[in-house]
């Protein structure tokens, strides 16, 4: 039987993120870079670029405060009319324009809250956007959802699972509140219990007449990735397909969608993500929104996996991808969050 390896967040691949800490970080220097590109006749998009698609979250929150601390108005400037020419979302939204400017908010957003943002807009949108619910919420580990709960808690005075229960149903939406539960077991990983727990799906699903969807449920929400992989294994041996398979068939609709987002980032995160970023930019136009959020908040975690699972997948660079794809300062911000 296969052995329980863990690294960091319960994964056994080591996540490469295409963004990280710099050495030397400057954030004064940094908001002075940001208001030169801003100040005057034009604006210089480049070393806006240069700028923020280089540092993390963390930092770009440090240099908004040394922007305001720097060049924020006195209260009379602000009582003339003029605004707070030192708030620097407030310039950067007055310089720059279309999903440049888009993806520049966004990166200027603390990571938690602009993924609660993302999650709003899914549920109170004409309609709910279910991938999007998937996509954020069943794909991260404890502390990821935790931030975003409680970003979306202090930002829109509402429990994100309250949300949720008003805006989807039945077995959809009791996945989505176990994934919000944020109690998955992350580190244990015991192998003699692999052969149980994939009898238990089988008799769950393919086993059976009818799905015990709840069943399926509670395993995929409770145990540690690692363990889920095991299973997985066993399960193949038991029926001879895989638990995909299974989920492939027997169910349907926005369950399954969520159910195989969950099993696809078990087996590989990266794989997932390099699949939902090639489908954001396939057919017809491209899902900028989705784009964007998958850039945004990946970056800093794993998009250099993400690249190279897009590369074994489809059989060219991500970057390539998305320079066919898009154009203009909006295509050289996000390349310059993916190569890092």
């Known amino acids: 039987m296969a052995q329980c390896v863990t690294t960091r967040r319960g994964a056994d691949i080591m ?5 990280t800490h710099i050495a030397s970080f ?6 002075s870079v940001l208001r030169k590109a801003m100040k005057g006749l034009g604006t210089d998009e480049a070393a806006i670029i240069g700028v923020l698609s280089h540092r993390t979250s963390d930092q770009r929150q440090q240099i ?30 007055s310089e720059l324009s279309g999903k440049f400017e888009d993806t520049i908010i966004a990166l200027m957003t603390p990571l938690p809250l602009y993924l609660a943002h993302e999650v709003h807009n899914a549920i109170q949108g004409i309609g709910t956007n279910e991938r999007t619910l998937v996509e954020v919420l069943c794909t991260r580990d404890n502390a990821s959802l935790m931030a ?7 930002h829109y005075r509402k429990k994100l699972e309250d949300d949720l229960r008003g805006d989807t149903s039945g077995d959809f939406r009791r996945l989505l509140i176990s994934m919000c539960a944020c109690s998955r077991d992350e580190t244990s990983c015991d192998p003699a219990l692999a052969n149980g727990l994939a009898q238990q799906l089988y008799k769950a699903g393919v086993g059976k007449v009818g799905t015990d969807e709840g069943e399926f449920n509670r395993i995929l929400s409770c145990y540690s990735y690692p363990l889920l992989r095991i299973v997985f294994e066993e399960y193949k041996k038991i029926k001879g397909k895989s638990f995909g398979d299974a ?32 489908n954001s930019m396939s057919g017809m136009g491209t899902n900028d929104r989705a784009l964007i959020r998958l850039v945004v908040s990946r970056a800093e975690i794993d998009m250099g996996n ?3 699972e897009y590369q074994k997948i489809y059989g060219k660079p991500l970057e390539k991808a998305i320079k ?9 911000l996000l390349i310059g969050m993916v190569e890092g």
């Open 148 to 154: 975003i709960k409680n970003a979306y808690f202090h």
């Open 64 to 93: 908004l405060l040394k922007y305001q601390q720097a060049y924020g108005r006195d209260e009379d400037g602000a009582k003339a009319g003029k605004g707070l020419e030192g708030d620097l979302i407030k310039d950067l939204k």
């Open 247 to 278: 989920l492939n068939s027997e169910l349907s609709g926005d369950l399954k969608i969520g159910m195989m987002a969950v099993y696809d980032s078990i087996l590989n995160r990266a794989a997932y993500f390099a699949k939902e970023l090639h």
């Open 26 to 31: 400057d954030p004064s220097g940094d908001a």
């Open 324 to 332: 066919s794809d898009i154009s203009g300062d909006y295509k050289q």
């Open 306 to 308: 993400i690249k190279s």
């Open 15 to 19: 996540e490469i993120p295409t963004v």
